[in-house]
């Protein structure tokens, strides 16, 4: 197969995508072989395979894991153990998960080929939106990227974020002048707020040439333009001037706009004034950068909660989720970026990783063999079952379409049949390779005696109770949810940020109003919930609307125990007590359903 990485032929791009995805049960097989021959011999598979690479016998002998099984071994390498008790390939660093979507932040092994793999997934997004939007090569991204600090493990490896990797790597620094409106300087600033302020700066100053807007996840770039309607005016003063504000301290940031903001710029200044200074931000994105042609933006799983704030501030530039990956490996990309947000699936690419998936019912738990679930036939269920009662994975040449996976990898870095903790729904196929679509993440439910609401079940009902705000005028920013326990009996608290579409007006929330949407959000979700409710097993939902800029102080808060902001995923379902302070903390109204249940 030919070897993409340096091209920017998009052709050839496209061509080697067909390549990938026709051979892909071939090139799947290619893989594990790879995987165990190089690292059958390490403490961990020996175990297992006795020094065999046979992929059968990997498949019997090897169990499925998660990270706490895999965590000594991590532990002892951090603390100074040779890498090869996991992976016969030296370890360049360790990647540090964000732990805001699927609780601790986890440290996974990055190799020097890992590090490229995942760049070349990156290559390989760039000629699938080359085919759908014209002229790209003419302009820049207005990007939105940011790092943070890493640390060192005992043994002196490198502890960093996936993006902190790649923003900080040689590639990224040799082409950001080339294709993104930030300076390096502004993206590698550890202080978020100057790296924001200068971003948005820089990307204003360039307004022209801007051809995309891009993040890495929604969260980001919702945040981004709350930032930007709370500095605008200062925004426009210094492009009126031509000075950059005092308070802009960070040496990197300072000199790098100082080579964009040359000279005072008053007619730019009162454009963007005119722009910002309109009642209402709908559109917002598009006015400011009218060449815009796309929002580059991962706004699948938890972040399709903001597939409506982005549309209302994107003012019709079509929403792209590039692709789809994590700190374990790169999964797949979105072969069709024109697709609605809320229905993208990603095409997986063979040749990252080793696949298998773990079939779970549509609430994300394991199917068990007895059961019947969700109308499957126990005949079904004990297809997906050994002898022993146990559910069997499938490779990627034996999914079912409309079922529902948990995705299970093995990497050439040490992951052996690692689940990742994904929920997924097969779609489709592009050639060969299955195509799915990210449900969420598997545990992050709420729960209440025997009441389990899936996240994927509690975005649909907020996004059906939010379609009864919207004609009033009322936008949900973001939401969150935890399950209230310390009254008997309980339930679920719903938070809500929201705005008024028209800047500098609020409306006195109607209590009826917002009853109704409590009563929405209970009545969309499943019998269990509805039968609990009736037999008062759980008190009536409430929904708590918080001030403008709680959920930052939230997204603070994660930042200030490790997470990165490039990362940041808003949790759905919150478990930590200190962050239920920090929204409560933000608390103007609560409001509770009036609903009794008479399930007959």
């Known amino acids: 197969m030919a070897d993409l990485m340096g091209t920017k032929d998009y052709e050839n791009g496209l061509n080697f995508l067909e390549e990938l995805t026709e051979n892909g049960h071939r090139i799947q097989e290619q893989v594990l072989e790879e995987i ?23 498949k019997n002998n090897v169990p499925i894991v998660t990270y706490e099984d895999i965590k000594p071994y991590i532990d002892r390498i951090a603390n100074g153990e040779t890498s090869n008790i996991l992976l016969a390939d030296p370890i ?16 996974i092994p990055m190799t020097a080929e890992n590090f490229e793999k995942k760049t070349l997934e990156l290559t390989l997004v760039d000629p699938v939106v080359k085919k759908y939007f014209d002229g790209l090569e003419k302009g820049k991204t207005m990007s939105l990227f940011f790092v943070k600090k890493g640390s060192e493990t005992p043994s002196g490896l490198t502890v960093r974020t996936l993006t902190s990797c790649y923003f900080m790597s040689d590639s990224f620094k040799k082409s950001a002048p080339k294709i993104c409106t930030s300076p390096i300087e502004t993206i590698l600033c550890l202080d978020h707020k100057q790296s924001m302020y200068c971003q948005l700066l820089t990307g204003l100053l360039q307004r022209d040439h801007v051809v995309s807007i891009s993040s890495i996840f929604g969260s980001v ?46 007619e730019l200044a009162d454009t963007i004034e005119q722009i910002c200074g309109n009642e209402s931000w709908e559109g917002i994105i598009k006015k400011l950068w009218p060449k815009a042609k796309y929002i580059n933006s991962v706004i699948t799983g938890t972040m399709s909660q903001y597939i409506s704030l982005l549309d209302f501030y994107g003012g019709g530039i079509p929403l792209v989720s ?8 790169t999964f797949g990309i979105n072969l069709n970026p024109l697709s609605n947000p809320y229905d993208v699936s990603y095409t997986f690419l063979p040749n990252m990783a080793y696949f ?9 738990e394991e199917k068990a063999r007895e059961s019947n679930l969700d109308g499957v036939s126990s005949q079904w269920s004990s297809e997906m079952t050994n002898a022993n009662g146990n559910v069997e994975p499938v490779d990627s040449a034996n999914v079912k379409l409309g079922q529902y996976y948990e995705v299970v990898v093995t990497t050439f870095a040490g992951l052996y049949r690692y689940r990742v903790g994904d929920v997924l729904k097969l779609t489709g196929f592009h050639n060969n390779s299955p195509q799915f679509q990210f449900v969420e993440r598997r545990n992050t439910v709420l729960s209440i005696d025997m009441d389990k609401t899936s996240e994927e079940d509690l975005l649909k009902a907020i996004g059906n109770a939010k379609r009864h705000l919207e004609p009033l005028g009322f936008v949900l920013m973001t939401f969150s949810s935890y399950a209230e326990t310390s009254s008997i009996p309980g ?17 006195k929330l109607d209590a009826k109003i917002m009853e109704e949407c409590c009563s929405i959000v209970e009545e969309s979700l499943d019998f269990t919930y509805k039968s609990l409710r009736e037999a008062n097993k759980i008190a009536a ?14 997204m603070d808060f994660y930042v200030s125990k490790g997470a990165s ?27 509770f359903s009036p609903n009794t249940f008479f399930l007959s």
């Open 491 to 507: 339930r679920y608290v719903l938070f809500w940020e929201l705005k008024f579409k028209e800047r500098n007006r609020w409306l």
């Open 92 to 107: 360049s660093e360790f990647i540090q998960s964000s732990g805001t979507s699927g609780g601790q932040p986890k440290l």
């Open 36 to 58: 165990l021959l190089r690292n059958a011999g390490t403490e961990y598979l020996t175990r297992f395979l006795h020094g065999q690479t046979d992929k059968q016998l990997f």
């Open 565 to 591: 902001i490039n990362q940041y995923k808003t949790p759905s379902c919150i478990k930590s007590e200190e962050a239920v302070k920090v929204l409560n903390s933000g608390v103007l109204e609560k409001f």
């Open 322 to 329: 590039p692709s789809y990956g994590s700190s374990e490996s």
């Open 221 to 266: 770039l919702a945040r981004s333009i709350k930032f930007l309607e709370d500095h605008w005016n200062e925004l426009c003063s210094n492009i009126r001037t031509g000075c950059l504000s005092d308070w802009i301290t960070d040496p990197g940031c300072r000199n790098a706009v100082s080579s964009i903001l040359t000279r005072p710029n008053p």
């Open 356 to 364: 298998e998936f773990l079939p779970v019912d549509k609430d994300g």
């Open 541 to 554: 939902l409430e929904v708590r609307v918080v001030k403008h800029g709680t959920f930052d102080a939230l």
